[in-house]
């Protein structure tokens, strides 16, 4: 394994958003409260691999994603990709650097420009980015949408005149003219409708092992990433709570966080009802996050010690990251 | 309900949107309507209430409830039944609740018996919210919608709902909007008040997850048609129609057990549709007559009701159970 080629790499990334005050706060002289939306999470990408990203909503997840590609800037920590150091890039160089790092956003109804027909949308960035010569650009741009499956035909229409899976495809199209390297795909597919997924899932997996892509796969929707990924990260509350191989993960969930996320998927079998909810209670609010574990209220096996000191991420086996004091999964090291 | 039919009257067009729908929910049951966004499944359930909005309006058929025709009634018989008889919780509660009015307010509105005093009514509703499972009953019923969480309001508006104690009820997308966790929870609320109370649910939904985890017979509906009746389990076993075959093969399963099959294109123009099987242009088994002639509702075996010209060639097709 140590052959593997690392293409991200997250160094106890953090993101706090101040919250506003109040100027009964500022007379008190009231310390400012942050929403700590990403807090000091760690993590490595393999080239190639297909990571999903999961947890409730609130947890984090999307503000990560937003936080690689800096859309938000870092409150701290580092991102590297490949050799280079992502955070201490200026402004210039950062968008130039872009280009190998989409995403591809979950409404593809809010994320083209409804001013602008496919083929404006698609090339408007090539042009920025100059991925070819200009004569060249129409090719390029027809042969997106021939890998996206958009007719060419209808490249000078807009955005309206598609429906929602066919916007999909183009906003992967206007990803890819980039020819990226790295993938950030924030829930894809959650707006779809159900016999639409599908397509647009294996069309990304085909791309991938087209293109040879990276994929970082957000999502709550847990099948999904059993489907279509190598590795998985549970998030919650801003944390990363376990990191490990999808089928490992799925079999045997060393957090009791993703034991339950895992339980609470509806069952695809009648016969397999359950009475009673796997967890009662909701994810509580990420601004005063206790300093313990985050996750003992909610917690079936909470004692005493995880209510007083908050576990770290360890390796408990192979590749098998969990941050709990007793893991469901018996370490191995 | 028999026949019905729902069209929206716009400029130049008009969109049918539910074609001569038929079907029947027992008592004490739960019954699924599901299928894909703009298929009709919505506006089934707003017609029972006749509450389709204009330029809707609900054209032909009939919705018998208990022995009466609940599209003959006049607008005051009709308050009679809303919430009364047939309550209703929607998918995005935060719509569907009164942003002004505390919850415990709204509550107190939908009880039935005037006699009751303030203080008796603030009673029920308190015991309301606690059978629901929203803790700190006293304290949340003086708040208002937009402090409560999204599970909260979900169950919030169920207590309004349950206040009038309805025979019946309908229940559009509930959990669509909420986590999975928090839809495991008020998936497991409505089995049990279904129990408690007595009440027929029809459930509306898109995930059939949810199907599984609730119903007791399921319609598949298409481009406003019912292409598929049957009791849950037979739906998940042995599939009989194309389409709901489709559906089964598009939910990702374990990893990498084989490339899913999907089902290729998108949904029809509902203004423009087809003669025939409206599910023809995206069907893999289509022959020349499927767009020739639209198959009748066959009933294959007891209860079970499939709307396709091919119902022997299916015979051997797998449901979601076995997949």
């Known amino acids: 394994m140590q052959n593997k080629e690392i293409i991200l790499k997250v160094e106890n990334l953090t993101k706090y958003f101040p919250l506003k005050k109040t100027i009964f706060d500022v007379l008190t002289k009231k310390p400012t409260r942050y929403v700590k939306a990403v807090d000091n999470v760690s993590l490595e990408i393999f080239k190639g691999e297909n990571t999903g990203l999961v947890g409730e909503s609130g947890c984090g997840k999307s503000t990560l994603a937003k936080t690689i590609i800096r859309l938000h800037e870092p409150t701290g920590g580092k991102i590297y990709f490949g050799e280079e150091n992502f955070t201490s890039l200026d402004q210039k160089n950062l968008r130039k650097r872009r280009s190998d790092i989409q995403m591809i956003f979950q409404d593809p109804y809010s994320s083209l420009n409804p001013k602008m027909s496919v083929k404006e949308a698609i090339e408007e960035a090539a042009k920025y980015h100059k991925v070819c010569k200009k004569d060249e650009i129409e090719l390029k741009v027809n042969e997106m949408l021939d890998m996206v499956g958009i007719p060419r035909y209808l490249s000078s229409r807009f955005p309206r005149e598609f429906s929602g899976g066919q916007r999909q495809r183009i906003g992967i199209a206007r990803a890819l003219i980039l020819n990226p390297k790295f993938i950030l795909a924030d829930e894809p597919v959650a707006s779809l409708d159900v016999s639409v997924q599908m397509q647009i899932i294996n069309l990304l997996d085909d791309l991938k092992n087209k293109l040879n892509l990276t994929i970082l796969f957000i999502s709550h929707d847990l099948r999904v990433v059993e489907y279509i990924t190598n590795k998985v990260v549970v998030m919650y509350l801003g944390k990363i709570v376990e990191i490990g191989n999808t089928k490992e993960l799925f079999e045997s969930p060393a957090h009791p966080y993703t034991n339950i996320l895992l339980n609470a998927t509806p069952v695809l079998d009648p016969r397999k009802r359950a009475t009673n909810a796997v967890i009662e209670g909701e994810t509580p609010s990420p601004i005063d996050i206790p300093a313990e574990c985050r996750f003992n209220p909610r917690c079936p096996f909470a004692d005493d010690f995880c209510r007083k000191v908050e576990p770290e991420l360890k390796l408990i086996s192979k590749e098998r990251y969990v941050a709990c004091h007793k893991p469901l999964l018996k370490s191995e090291i | ?323």
Do not use: W
């Open chain 2, 1 to 323: 309900m028999d026949n019905l039919e729902t069209n929206f009257y716009c400029k130049n067009e008009t969109v049918k949107v539910v074609r001569k729908v038929s079907f029947d929910v027992h008592e004490k049951e739960t019954f699924g309507l599901i299928g894909e966004s703009g298929c009709g499944k919505s506006a089934t359930l707003l017609s029972i209430l006749r509450l389709i909005k204009d330029p809707g309006r609900v054209a032909g058929g009939s919705v018998v409830y208990k022995g009466i025709n609940l599209l003959e009634l006049s607008e005051k018989e009709m308050n009679k039944y809303r919430g009364s008889e047939i309550g209703m919780i929607f998918q995005e509660p935060m719509t569907a609740l009164n942003p002004v009015l505390t919850i415990g307010e709204q509550i107190c509105d939908a009880f039935k018996d005037e006699k009751l005093t303030k203080s008796e009514k603030e009673e029920k509703a308190i015991n309301l919210l606690k059978i629901v499972g929203i803790p700190s009953e006293k304290q949340r019923l003086s708040e208002y919608p937009h402090q409560f969480s999204g599970g909260m309001r979900q169950r919030a508006m169920i207590a309004s709902v349950l206040a009038s104690e309805p025979k019946m009820l309908l229940a559009d997308e509930p959990t669509t909007a909420l986590d999975v966790t928090i839809q495991d929870q008020i998936i497991k609320l409505i089995n049990n008040l279904k129990k408690k109370f007595n009440m027929s649910v029809i459930l509306v939904t898109h995930d059939l997850g949810v199907v599984a985890e609730m119903c007791d017979r399921v319609a598949v509906m298409y481009a406003g048609k019912i292409m598929e009746i049957a009791d849950v389990l037979t739906l998940f076993g042995e599939p009989r129609h194309p389409y709901t075959i489709g559906l089964s093969q598009s939910i990702p399963r374990k990893i990498r057990s084989g490339k899913l099959h999907p089902i290729e294109g998108s949904l029809p123009d509902l203004a423009n549709m087809p003669e025939g099987c409206p599910f023809e242009p995206r069907c893999r088994y289509k022959e020349k007559i499927c767009k020739e002639e639209l198959p009748e509702l066959i009933e294959i075996k007891k209860g079970h009701f499939s709307r396709c010209h091919f119902i022997e060639k299916l015979k051997n097709e797998k449901g979601i159970i076995e997949l």
